[in-house]
């Protein structure tokens, strides 16, 4: 019984709030010009339609597409997003 009591009471001084290692991600929110809301997995890239005025619309493979923040992205398909650099973004946009 006694064992027992010290179970409980260290359970109840350190609280039940034990770190099992679960990783959440980070995400971030844009939008683009037609209203089109995204979330964006920056840990995994994964992309993922929020809100659409228009519906959903169908994300094309190899397009680059621009976020509020300025940041420009380019959809590999499958739901993945790769971030680019300046200098690739104007790569592409010259190809």
Do not use: H, Q
Not at 36 to 55: H, Q
Not at 59 to 81: A, F, N, R, V
Request: aromatic content about 10%; glycine content about 12%; hydrophobic content about 35%.
């Amino acid at each position: 019984m006694k064992y027992v009591l010290v179970v409980l009471g260290t359970i109840l001084i350190s609280g039940c709030d034990l770190p099992l290692g679960a990783k959440t991600g980070s995400y971030a929110l844009f939008e683009t010009s037609k209203g089109t809301v995204y979330r964006l997995n920056t840990a995994s890239g994964e992309a993922a339609i929020i809100y659409s005025p228009g519906g959903w619309p169908k994300l094309m493979p190899k397009t680059l597409y621009t976020s509020e923040d300025g940041k420009t992205y380019e959809y590999l398909g499958g739901g993945k997003l790769k971030e680019l650099s300046p200098t690739e973004a104007a790569d592409r946009l010259v190809e």
